[in-house]
């Protein structure tokens, strides 16, 4: 398997050739920097739907027969723009959901001083895990399961499915062979960037990662960990 930043791979003869583009929501309007993490009725911003609507118009002449979503509305509206430039319905499926958070509706990031408070303090004792949140194996299984399933659906084409971006990253590190144990400021995954997995079958043979709205991702966004995914 090969990682790099365009999709060249070829499959083995014989093997069906498919291909899973994982996309990242865009941004959310978030004005008190809360994490958000399932909570309903988080949408995007302005920003976020420009972000959505330039991975439209990237992904609008490729061969992309399903586009499945999680249910939060911030993924649902990355995903509209695309299944309307290709003609299809979103499907929802809850696998692929963001990653459940002890500390969902607060301020909690980097820097400020959240661990520092005693409340917070039971939530915190195996970062490897980890301890807080969802563990990062069980976010692992669901989204291969996902994937899985997008995979066979579209055998032969594409398909794109929109999640958050630690169950992306996590998925990611499990097929590239890396810890799941990890500093959340280092993911590549950014605000409406696609991460490509290439079947040969049933075998990944190629990751690759790309961000059709860089130019549109605010600075801040590149420079701390921030509250939400």
Not at 59 to 83: F, M
Not at 109 to 128: A, T
Not at 159 to 173: C, E, G, I, Y
């Amino acid at each position: 398997m090969t990682s790099d930043n365009a999709d060249t791979s070829s499959s083995p003869s014989g093997s069906t050739q498919t291909v899973v583009h994982l996309l990242r929501h865009g941004e959310v309007f978030n004005p008190d920097g809360i994490l958000y993490g399932r909570l309903a009725d988080f949408h995007l911003s302005e920003l976020g739907v420009q972000m959505a609507n330039r991975v439209a118009e990237t992904l609008k002449g490729r061969d992309i027969t399903s586009v499945i979503s999680s249910p939060l509305e911030r993924a649902q509206e990355t995903a509209q723009p695309s299944a309307d430039a290709l003609g299809l319905e979103i499907e929802s499926d809850g696998r692929v959901i963001e990653a459940a958070n002890k500390f969902e509706g607060k301020q909690f990031g980097v820097g400020d001083g959240s661990l520092r408070r005693p409340s917070y303090w039971r939530y915190l004792y195996n970062p490897l895990q980890p301890s807080w949140g969802e563990p990062y194996k069980d976010i692992v299984v669901r989204m291969l399961a996902a994937v899985h399933d997008a995979r066979e659906k579209a055998a032969g084409h594409e398909a794109l499915v929109v999640s958050h971006q630690l169950p992306v990253w996590s998925v990611r590190s499990h097929l590239e062979g890396r810890r799941l144990f990890h500093d959340p400021r280092k993911r590549q995954c950014s605000l409406a960037s696609l991460t490509t997995l290439t079947y040969a079958g049933e075998r990944v043979v190629s990751v690759a990662y790309s961000e059709p709205a860089a130019d549109l991702i605010p600075v801040r966004a590149t420079k701390k960990f921030t509250a939400g995914a």
